[in-house]
């Protein structure tokens, strides 16, 4: 069976606290979508992901956890929304092997992020390769519907659509085709200016910092280097301070920002100081709701969540193995 209402899965990866570029980018709308409920939200922390490059096996485990944490202080109320971790779904790679067999090599060999991830790699693993089957299996077991994507995800989630329509020729309409939904948040880039907000880069500040460290991380930030001194004008179209503005400040504000930088009234010292409040205020009920969560309480919530998942899950699978011949009609758990 379809799914009736919009049904929107979105995976995000257990590869540590979430930044404030996670935020603006990403969790804070999927926050909005979970309060507004006018779709069936499925968020999944894809650990299965996580391990297709070197990783601590420890490290990962308590990421996943507090990862989880972070997104229920951000507002994925797991009352109102289907928050699991892949791994504890075993349908994901089950229908991973599957959806293999309907998909090209070559096609896989032409994935941008494979590219960029082996390159100049001494051991590449086979799961780096077939990464987006699994990407595939994360939506297609759902149904979903919509894919929130961003650029550099695109290629994949074309390649999801195109399996659903090799797998269906094949074997009978069993998947639907995936739509993308392109963020319309503006990228944040690194503290440094350089490329994108990221932990290894060590250019974020994570959500969760404490006022006086998250002020220490933006005080220095990159802005435009044109305003060298207070008295030279600057562009904020081109500083990821104004962009930031954008995301948290109030019309008002950033029209006061653009006057003030582009006519040299104030240094880009009051222009973080007006961000990092605006900053504050957002965070300050989010801060004491991460406070509340508790590694056995996740563990709990996360259970629920996969076992609302795998029903879905399970349904798909039982569809798949019929329609592809496949088992030997013996009982299967679950199946
Ligand atoms: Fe960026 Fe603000 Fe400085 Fe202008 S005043 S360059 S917008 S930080």
Same mark, same amino acid.
């Given at each position: 069976?379809?799914?009736?209402?919009?049904?929107?899965?979105?995976?995000?990866?257990?590869?540590?606290?979430?930044?404030? /570029?996670?935020?603006?980018?990403?969790?804070?709308?999927?926050?909005?979508?979970?309060?507004?409920?006018?779709?069936?939200?499925?968020?999944?922390?894809?650990?299965?992901?996580?391990? %297709?490059?070197?990783?601590?096996?420890?490290?990962?485990?308590?990421?996943?956890?507090?990862?989880?944490?972070?997104?229920?202080?951000?507002?994925?109320?797991?009352?109102?929304?289907?928050?699991?971790?892949?791994?504890?779904?075993?349908?994901?790679?089950?229908?991973?092997?599957?959806?293999?067999?309907? %998909?090209?090599? /070559?096609?896989?060999?032409?994935? %941008?992020?494979?590219?960029?991830?082996?390159?100049?790699?001494?051991?590449?693993?086979?799961?780096?390769?077939?990464?987006?089957?699994?990407?595939?299996?994360?939506?297609?077991?759902?149904?979903?519907?919509?894919?929130?994507?961003?650029?550099?995800?695109?290629?994949?989630?074309?390649?999801?659509?195109? %399996?659903?329509?090799?797998?269906?020729?094949?074997?009978?309409? *069993?998947?639907?085709?995936?739509?993308?939904?392109?963020?319309?948040?503006?990228?944040?880039?690194?503290?440094?200016?350089?490329?994108?907000?990221?932990?290894?880069?060590?250019?974020?500040?994570?959500?969760?910092?404490?006022?006086?460290?998250?002020?220490?991380?933006?005080?220095?930030?990159?802005?435009?280097?044109?305003?060298?001194?207070?008295?030279?004008?600057?562009?904020?179209?081109?500083?990821?301070?104004?962009?930031?503005?954008?995301?948290?400040?109030?019309?008002?504000?950033?029209?006061?920002?653009?006057?003030?930088?582009?006519?040299?009234?104030?240094?880009?010292?009051?222009?973080?100081?007006?961000?990092?409040?605006?900053?504050?205020?957002?965070?300050?009920?989010?801060?004491?709701?991460?406070?509340?969560?508790?590694?056995?309480?996740?563990?709990?919530?996360?259970?629920?969540?996969?076992?609302?998942?795998?029903? *879905?899950?399970? /349904?798909?699978?039982?569809?798949?193995?019929?329609?592809?011949?496949?088992?030997?009609?013996?009982?299967?758990?679950? /199946?």
């Amino acid at each position: 069976m379809s799914p009736t209402k919009p049904r929107v899965f979105s995976g995000i990866q257990p590869s540590g606290e979430l930044h404030i /570029g996670n935020y603006l980018g990403a969790t804070r709308t999927w926050a909005q979508q979970v309060a507004e409920q006018k779709e069936e939200l499925i968020f999944c922390i894809v650990d299965a992901h996580a391990i %297709t490059v070197e990783y601590d096996a420890k490290e990962l485990k308590k990421r996943t956890l507090d990862l989880a944490m972070d997104l229920v202080a951000c507002g994925l109320d797991p009352e109102k929304c289907t928050l699991f971790v892949q791994s504890d779904v075993r349908e994901h790679t089950e229908l991973a092997w599957y959806l293999a067999t309907a %998909t090209p090599m /070559g096609d896989l060999g032409r994935m %941008t992020q494979f590219k960029d991830k082996s390159e100049g790699k001494e051991f590449v693993s086979t799961a780096l390769f077939t990464y987006p089957v699994l990407m595939s299996a994360d939506i297609l077991l759902y149904k979903a519907t919509v894919v929130p994507v961003g650029e550099d995800q695109v290629q994949h989630l074309e390649l999801a659509r195109e %399996t659903v329509r090799r797998f269906n020729y094949r074997h009978g309409e *069993i998947f639907v085709e995936p739509q993308p939904r392109l963020s319309k948040t503006p990228r944040i880039l690194g503290l440094d200016g350089q490329g994108k907000m990221s932990k290894s880069k060590n250019n974020t500040i994570a959500l969760f910092d404490e006022p006086d460290v998250f002020w220490n991380k933006l005080r220095p930030a990159f802005t435009d280097p044109q305003r060298a001194r207070k008295v030279d004008p600057g562009r904020p179209e081109l500083c990821n301070i104004f962009t930031m503005h954008k995301a948290v400040s109030s019309e008002d504000q950033q029209k006061e920002v653009v006057d003030s930088c582009t006519g040299a009234k104030w240094g880009c010292m009051d222009c973080k100081k007006m961000l990092f409040e605006n900053f504050n205020r957002e965070l300050v009920p989010l801060r004491a709701k991460r406070k509340e969560q508790t590694p056995e309480g996740i563990v709990k919530v996360l259970g629920e969540g996969a076992d609302k998942a795998r029903a *879905i899950a399970q /349904g798909t699978m039982r569809e798949v193995r019929a329609a592809m011949g496949i088992g030997s009609g013996a009982p299967v758990p679950g /199946g």
